[in-house]
């Protein structure tokens, strides 16, 4: 139930012709307190509902719970959500031994995109793909809870 990743910036598209999956996701947040932030995710044709803790010093990793549920409490719950709801499609990408998942995000946060890698322990070796720039792991700005509360285009 702990969660390790590292998260970057995305500096081009090349990411797309290696991605071996996509999918859309809308998601809003019941509580986006970054101490216990709940989430409510339609991925595809599931919904899902998420608890998360509040990161370590480093940032690397987090209490994460998640359970699926049906499709249409997801959509009765979204509409319970803070303000922002999170629009995106996810891209998976297999580098060496690791999925990326690629985040090209919509709406009021149009023109960011973000990639994570989760790994096994803080210390795992990982290969970092040409199409990733600056590290933002730690960096709750980027969380997607935030960026309900703060979207990307208030940024500028």
């Known amino acids: 139930m702990i969660e390790i990743e590292r998260k970057f910036l995305v500096h081009s598209e090349a990411f797309k012709n290696e991605a071996f999956k996509q999918t859309r996701i809308c998601q809003g947040y019941l509580n986006s307190n970054?101490?216990?932030?709940v989430r409510i995710r339609i991925k595809g044709n599931l919904g899902f509902i998420t608890v998360k803790g509040p990161s370590s010093s480093s940032g690397l990793s987090r209490f994460e719970w998640e359970r699926e549920i049906a499709q249409d409490e997801a959509l009765a719950?979204?509409?319970?959500?803070?303000?922002?709801?999170?629009?995106?499609?996810r891209y998976e990408v297999q580098v060496g031994e690791h999925i990326f998942e690629v985040d090209e995000f919509f709406g009021d946060n149009q023109g960011l995109i973000v990639a994570e890698v989760e790994l096994k322990s803080e210390i795992e070796t990982?290969?970092?793909?040409?199409?990733?720039?600056?590290?933002?792991?730690?960096d709750v700005k980027y969380y997607n809870s935030q960026l309900s509360k703060n979207p990307f285009k208030l940024w500028k």
Do not use: N, Q, S
Request: glycine fraction near 4%.
């Open 34 to 37: 970054k101490e216990r932030a």
């Open 77 to 89: 719950l979204l509409k319970l959500c803070e303000e922002t709801v999170i629009d995106k499609i």
């Open 126 to 138: 990982y290969i970092k793909p040409d199409w990733v720039a600056k590290e933002v792991t730690g």
